[in-house]
């Protein structure tokens, strides 16, 4: 008798066991089941972006060629009045160089736009060049502005560059995104392996997905903000209004890329702030939306500009990128009185000497 009473007793807790157990992995399953929806959603809407395939060398397996012999190419897919873009200019000879990074926490990407008048426009001068210094360790991002008429050395390697200086925005034109980045790596002492190019119809549109930056108009800039605008609107085939008064306000995509290039009012110093200026509030306003906000953005965005990381890498930088927002710096080279002036043809001299170690300092410190 008394074993029988014993029996039921044992045999509850187990059931009770085993349906906790269930519970437990169904719950355990369902949340998996989100993060890795999660995952595939956001990883299959990246892909949705341009990317583009750049080769990358070895210094060791690169053959030198003569600039003589280079020669454009590109293709289009639509013109920019049917929301079409600028292709990047990748040219065979001229493959990025590999370059091992020099701080695991530190990653530098170059962003640029291109003076491009047209989605036909392939093979054309780079416009505004910033590297986007990324610190994921102290969550930090710092946004260096390389001006387009610094004198460079323009080639892939010390063997196959030109005897004399040239504009840096001329690497572009001459071998495409590989060549622009081997010159900067080359002449900067930097560790770029990583782009995205955008054209002035895409910047703008990316600006008005955002809902527009708020940018502080000084009563100078208005004529000459508007004169970019109005070429602008015909370039591009927008209708964009004009700016009408000074002061804070939120400009639109084409009024705030028609202020920052603005060129005859000042110099083209306070022209690259200007653009570092549209960068910041643009990484700004991101960084304030909620995550769904945020991943409507980028799904919206998808195609607008081109790249040559892959989803993962997007993925990752982007948060090591928003992590950073909250404290942000800016850096200009050349910095104040680290050059001279060559006047024919016009180009900045660095003092190479001083330039150099200030700019390493600023990205990795001492």
Known sequence: MGKK?????????????S??????????SALLGLVVGAFLYIYNMLGGFTFVDTPVVNEEDYSTIDLSE???????????????????????????????????????ILVFGVDSRGTDDIRCRSDAMIIVSINKADDTVKLISLMRDIGVYIGDTDESSS???????????????????????????????????LDFNSSANLIDLMGGVDIDVSPDE?????????EQNEVTGSNAPFITSSGMQTLSGV?????????HLDSDFVRTSRQRVVATALINKMSSMDRLSQMAFLEDSAGMFETNMRQLDLMRIGINALG??????????????????????????????????ELHSFIWGD
């Open 5 to 17: 009473k014993n029996e039921p007793a044992q045999a509850v807790p187990v059931k009770r066991k």
């Open 19 to 28: 349906r906790a157990g269930q519970i437990i992995i169904r719950i355990f």
């Open 70 to 108: 280079l020669e454009g190419s590109g293709d289009t897919t639509s013109s920019w009045a049917e929301g079409g873009h600028t292709r990047v200019y990748v040219d065979p000879a001229h493959p990025i160089i590999h370059v091992d990074q020099k701080d695991p926490d530190i990653e530098n």
């Open 163 to 197: 005897g004399s200086l040239d504009k840096l925005t001329h690497a572009y034109a001459y071998g495409g995104v590989g060549l622009m980045i081997n010159t900067i790596n080359r002449n900067f002492d930097l560790d770029i392996q990583r782009f995205v190019m």
């Open 222 to 230: 208005v004529r000459y903000a508007n004169q970019t605008i109005a």
């Open 255 to 263: 009024q705030a890329i028609g202020w920052s290039r603005i060129r």
């Open 324 to 357: 950073g927002a909250g404290n942000m710096s800016e850096y200009r080279v050349p910095g104040d009185n680290m050059y001279s002036v060559q006047q024919d043809p016009w180009m900045m001299i660095l003092n190479w000497d001083v330039q150099l170690p």
